[in-house]
């Protein structure tokens, strides 16, 4: 009751494969991060209460509740928060927001360029500014609990892989993982997914 904005942006699609395609023209490495408990660096702009938490219930206190100070996983608006506090943070490094994509930020200098995309809590950043982005690396994880992936190996269910002729963009792993999750793995490949012998009516349903 009584929020305003849910909504939070997210990288599109073309914009990390726009990404990735500068990357392997111009030979710029890419680097990913992680944001550990994303949702829990948000601030909150309404004010919020909740119920004491079954076996965390304050001695003394009971049928008192939990003024919430930051989002919590399971608030509609939690999203939302936690991208203006990102968002925030690296407009304060110096990045400014992609007017075309909202979850991509730049920062031009005399030295390069320095690109950011964030999908959630899964950060990649490239650019030819190596010193800024060990700069802006730096920045994130004294603003943020944060992990280093290293190279971009995995993301948005892409696999990339990197070598002398290119990068290489592959959905194996993803396919595997769907296909073990719905017990399919071991199944054989077929052109089409159904007897092709079978004749439906117009509704769809076969002939009796």
Sequence with gaps: MDYCDTFSPVAKLTSVRLFISMAATHHWP???????????????????????????????????????????????????????????????????KSKSDHSVFYKRSTVGIILLVVYVDDIVITGSDTEGISSLKSFIHTQFNTKDLGELKYFLGIEV????????????????????????????????????????????????
């Excluded at 209460?49 to 509609?76: D, I, N, T, W």
């Excluded at 592959?170 to 054989?188: A, C, F, I, W």
Aim: proline residues 6%; contains cysteine.
């Design 30 to 96: 890419l680097h990913q991060l992680d944001i550990k408990n994303a949702f829990l660096h948000g601030d909150l702009e309404e004010e919020v209460y909740m119920e004491q938490p079954p076996g965390f219930v304050a001695q003394g206190e009971l049928g008192r509740v939990c003024h919430l100070r930051k989002s919590l996983y399971g608030l509609k608006q939690s999203p939302r928060a936690w991208f203006g506090k990102f968002s925030q943070a690296v407009e304060k490094f110096g990045l400014l």
């Design 161 to 208: 892989t990197r070598s002398k002729q290119g990068i290489f963009l592959s959905q194996r792993k993803y396919v595997l993982d769907l296909l073990t999750e719905t017990g399919k793995l071991g199944s054989k490949p077929c052109n089409a997914p159904m007897n092709p012998a079978v004749h439906l009516t117009r509704d769809g349903k076969p002939f009796e």
